[in-house]
């Protein structure tokens, strides 16, 4: 006892910093150390309140073999809902969208690039009669990358006149560039670069490992926001600020050519038949080739809906600087509840269409089975705890928010018309139930969070949400991390 005493007592010393630290004798009763915590600031653990949470854990047999267990294995293993598994839904849908191959991001948080182009290769194959089509995502990453760089140095030189520990400012820098995004990315990117089959412009092991890219990338372009900063308090025109701007955001793009390779403004490609037939051979430039094969309007004819119980439903937001190109459009989304989405959602899948999806992948989600329900994995008995959150109290703690986007592509409904399960593509590669993975209705309630809807499947009373003027979210709002 007294070697535990003593030990509290120099860590709470080590604690004090500027102030008088007690000095501690050889030896020391508990009495002695009480009246030495007592007198520390209120809030902190003091000697009797030690006692209290030590006295309240008396170990039990069933405490000693749990302890046993976890110390030598992985807590989800020994949490398996082993009932919930043995009931685990059929790998069955009453509702499909025909799935077009499975891809894979490998090593890099680029999960909503590849969700979009999935749901657009699936569009432009069936539209134009093509067996195969694969989208380069290495070439809009090029872009995506390089159109962050500037939108981080102009919102620099934007917010030059405020101090660098500003909230602006320090959201900036800390967020200046990386993998992640959501379905706006994808359509300004494709907007105003188009697209390219994969062979064009195929992956590189940076565009599949992007971790040391991005920490060279963000490293460079602090230095270089720091630069603008003296730029413009030492008072250079505005001129000179975007000619040093354009021969930062050059060296960026030698960067990006070097790892990832150079965008090609031009290409020929023969589209084939399914019987692998040509059919016709032209060259293309990306935003023709996009055109051509697909031409549907990513901005104005797509809806994000959002499901999050912590805002007012019904209205319209739109979140600042969270955008991909500097003369791109914020993040915007209708905040609906979980059943209007699931209407329109239905729609959409009866009607053969695959949706952007996301949510929050990493709860309860069982691996081996590739099923996420929220009954997977049985913590409270495992721990003895209660663990009682619901949505709307996860996100404001910062608990739960999307975390990975991936293609909605079929609903299973009972004979009453209501989804039982989902069924989602991912872009983890092939592996169980061919890389999709299965949701339970339940846990499509507690964890999905947005899907992108063709405006058509809107119903008429989230059309009108369209026409509020946008409530205006801050760019540091935890509910909005990338999704990766």
């Given at each position: 006892m007294k070697i535990r005493l003593l030990a509290l007592a120099a860590a709470s010393a080590a604690t004090l910093g500027a102030m008088a630290a007690p000095e501690v004798p050889d030896s020391i009763s508990l009495t002695?150390?009480?009246?030495?915590?007592?007198?520390l600031p209120a809030g902190g653990i003091n000697a009797a309140m030690l006692e209290e949470i030590r006295g309240s854990y008396v170990p039990t047999t069933a405490d000693r073999a749990i302890y046993n267990a976890i110390s030598n294995n992985d807590i989800n293993k020994l949490a398996v809902n082993t009932e919930a598994r043995r009931q685990r839904p059929e790998y069955r849908f009453s509702h499909r969208v025909p799935s077009k191959g499975i891809t894979n991001q490998l090593s890099s948080g680029r999960c909503w690039l590849?969700?979009?182009?999935n749901v657009l290769r699936a569009q432009m194959m069936a539209a134009n009669n093509l067996p195969e089509l694969k989208l380069s995502q290495n070439y809009l990453f090029f872009y995506d990358q390089l159109e962050k760089s500037n939108l981080f140095l102009q919102s620099v030189i934007d917010k030059a006149g405020q101090e660098i520990d500003s909230q602006?400012?320090?959201?900036?820098?800390?967020?200046?560039?990386?993998?992640?995004?959501?379905?706006?990315?994808?359509?300004?990117?494709?907007?105003?670069?188009g697209v390219v089959p994969a062979e064009v412009m195929p992956e590189t092991n940076s565009s599949n490992n992007t971790g040391t890219m991005?920490?060279?990338?963000?490293?460079?372009?602090?230095?270089?926001?720091?630069?603008?900063?003296?730029?413009?308090?030492?008072?250079?025109?505005?001129?000179?600020?975007?000619?040093?701007?354009?021969?930062?955001l050059s060296e960026i793009y030698r960067m990006l050519a070097l790892n990832l390779g150079v965008p090609p403004t031009e290409f020929e490609w023969t589209a084939r038949n399914p019987k692998g037939e040509a059919v016709s051979t032209a060259t293309y430039t990306p935003q023709s080739f996009y055109r051509t094969f697909a031409g549907n309007d990513l901005q104005g004819d797509y809806v994000m809906l959002m499901n999050d119980p912590s805002r007012p439903y019904w209205k319209l937001y739109e979140i600042d600087?969270?955008?991909?190109?500097?003369?791109?459009?914020?993040?915007t989304y209708v905040n609906l509840p979980i059943e209007?989405?699931?209407?329109?959602?239905?729609?959409?899948?009866?009607?053969?269409?695959?949706?952007?999806f996301s949510c929050d992948v990493g709860k309860q989600f069982d691996r081996q089975t590739g099923i996420l329900d929220p009954d997977n994995y049985d913590y409270d008995s495992l721990l003895g705890v209660t663990f009682g959150m619901d949505k709307k109290e996860r996100i404001q703690t910062g608990a739960s928010a999307s975390s990975h986007a991936m293609t909605l592509v079929a609903v299973d409904l009972d004979k009453e018309g209501k989804p039982t399960?989902?069924?989602v593509e991912n872009s983890w590669g092939p592996g169980v139930n061919d890389g999709h993975l299965i949701l339970t209705d339940r846990w499509f309630d507690e964890y999905m969070f947005r899907v992108v809807v063709e405006n058509k499947y809107l119903t008429p009373e989230a059309r009108k949400v369209l026409d509020q003027t946008p409530v205006l979210l801050p760019a540091w709002d935890p509910m909005f991390a990338p999704e990766d």
């Amino acid at each position: 006892m007294k070697i535990r005493l003593l030990a509290l007592a120099a860590a709470s010393a080590a604690t004090l910093g500027a102030m008088a630290a007690p000095e501690v004798p050889d030896s020391i009763s508990l009495t002695a150390l009480t009246a030495m915590t007592d007198a520390l600031p209120a809030g902190g653990i003091n000697a009797a309140m030690l006692e209290e949470i030590r006295g309240s854990y008396v170990p039990t047999t069933a405490d000693r073999a749990i302890y046993n267990a976890i110390s030598n294995n992985d807590i989800n293993k020994l949490a398996v809902n082993t009932e919930a598994r043995r009931q685990r839904p059929e790998y069955r849908f009453s509702h499909r969208v025909p799935s077009k191959g499975i891809t894979n991001q490998l090593s890099s948080g680029r999960c909503w690039l590849f969700t979009g182009l999935n749901v657009l290769r699936a569009q432009m194959m069936a539209a134009n009669n093509l067996p195969e089509l694969k989208l380069s995502q290495n070439y809009l990453f090029f872009y995506d990358q390089l159109e962050k760089s500037n939108l981080f140095l102009q919102s620099v030189i934007d917010k030059a006149g405020q101090e660098i520990d500003s909230q602006e400012n320090t959201w900036l820098f800390r967020n200046c560039i990386g993998d992640g995004g959501q379905y706006t990315g994808v359509a300004d990117l494709i907007t105003k670069y188009g697209v390219v089959p994969a062979e064009v412009m195929p992956e590189t092991n940076s565009s599949n490992n992007t971790g040391t890219m991005r920490t060279l990338l963000a490293l460079k372009l602090k230095e270089d926001g720091l630069e603008l900063r003296k730029m413009v308090a030492d008072g250079a025109s505005t001129a000179e600020v975007e000619a040093r701007k354009t021969k930062m955001l050059s060296e960026i793009y030698r960067m990006l050519a070097l790892n990832l390779g150079v965008p090609p403004t031009e290409f020929e490609w023969t589209a084939r038949n399914p019987k692998g037939e040509a059919v016709s051979t032209a060259t293309y430039t990306p935003q023709s080739f996009y055109r051509t094969f697909a031409g549907n309007d990513l901005q104005g004819d797509y809806v994000m809906l959002m499901n999050d119980p912590s805002r007012p439903y019904w209205k319209l937001y739109e979140i600042d600087l969270d955008r991909h190109t500097y003369d791109g459009r914020n993040w915007t989304y209708v905040n609906l509840p979980i059943e209007e989405i699931k209407k329109m959602a239905i729609a959409s899948i009866k009607d053969s269409t695959a949706m952007y999806f996301s949510c929050d992948v990493g709860k309860q989600f069982d691996r081996q089975t590739g099923i996420l329900d929220p009954d997977n994995y049985d913590y409270d008995s495992l721990l003895g705890v209660t663990f009682g959150m619901d949505k709307k109290e996860r996100i404001q703690t910062g608990a739960s928010a999307s975390s990975h986007a991936m293609t909605l592509v079929a609903v299973d409904l009972d004979k009453e018309g209501k989804p039982t399960k989902w069924l989602v593509e991912n872009s983890w590669g092939p592996g169980v139930n061919d890389g999709h993975l299965i949701l339970t209705d339940r846990w499509f309630d507690e964890y999905m969070f947005r899907v992108v809807v063709e405006n058509k499947y809107l119903t008429p009373e989230a059309r009108k949400v369209l026409d509020q003027t946008p409530v205006l979210l801050p760019a540091w709002d935890p509910m909005f991390a990338p999704e990766d």
